[in-house]
């Protein structure tokens, strides 16, 4: 089925470890976005991208990295995990600049221990 | 600064309506979202209102849209036990780019037989 996909769906990382999340589309969408869901909140925004080759920080990008070498994948990079990084983080791709017609992965669950 | 409130939770009889309330704090919002989260998934993006509707309805949702008073809302009818879920306001300030979008922290919604 055509979507977003995210792998894994659920990690636990130890305390300095690193680790890449992996999101793919097959949609062809320009914009491509990470978000993390912290227990009873909304999205937080930590990095996002209009197209290959470029990249934007969002509102929360400390502790993260982000590449966009294909439209296809937008891979998330977490360096020296931290117990604050502990959270759901969705990958989400757009058509249209405006996010109405947004499509989202399942999750990554991780867990920082 | 930008902020979305919504309740925490709701409780609906099944086939009764169920109404989600939101609040925004930027007048200038151009874009009013409603996504609908599942538990274990990713969000989806029910529907959406641009600034200068007071109405929109797709099936069995209607959204209102009071710019007055900066409140949105959610109408399902005849609401079903799938619709069980969490309910996300989001509003985009700038009108512009997904990338500022800012999400309510959610509502539970539950559905009692």
């Known amino acids: 089925n055509a979507g977003v996909t995210q792998t894994p769906k659920f990690r636990i990382l130890k305390i300095g470890q690193s680790m890449t999340l992996q999101c793919a589309q097959d949609m062809n969408h320009n914009y491509m976005y990470w978000y993390r869901q912290d227990p009873g909140m909304g999205l937080k925004l930590i990095y996002y991208?209009?197209?290959?080759?470029?990249?934007d920080k969002g509102e929360v990008p400390n502790g993260y990295n982000v590449s966009r070498s294909t439209t296809e994948d937008f891979p998330l990079r977490l360096e020296l995990a931290a117990p604050s990084q502990t959270s759901v983080y969705f990958c989400a791709s757009d058509s249209e600049v405006r996010g109405t017609e947004a499509f989202f992965g399942q999750g990554t669950r991780l867990t920082v221990v | 600064g930008e902020d979305v409130e919504q309740s925490l939770f709701l409780s609906v009889r099944e086939g009764d309506s169920s109404v989600i309330n939101c609040t925004y704090t930027d007048s200038s919002s151009t874009y009013l979202y409603w996504y609908k989260q599942e538990p274990g998934a990713g969000l989806q993006l029910l529907t959406y209102?641009?600034?200068?509707?007071d109405m929109k309805q797709d099936q069995r949702l209607t959204v209102l849209l009071n710019k007055k008073d900066k409140h949105l809302s959610l109408r399902i009818a005849d609401t079903q036990t799938g619709d069980s879920a969490i309910y996300f306001c989001?509003?985009?300030?700038?009108?512009?780019?997904?990338?500022?979008?800012?999400f309510g922290s959610g509502t539970r919604l539950s559905i009692r037989p």
């Open positions: 991208s209009v197209g290959a080759g470029i990249t």
């Open positions: 989001a509003e985009n300030p700038t009108g512009s780019s997904a990338s500022k979008i800012i």
């Open positions: 209102i641009f600034s200068n509707m």
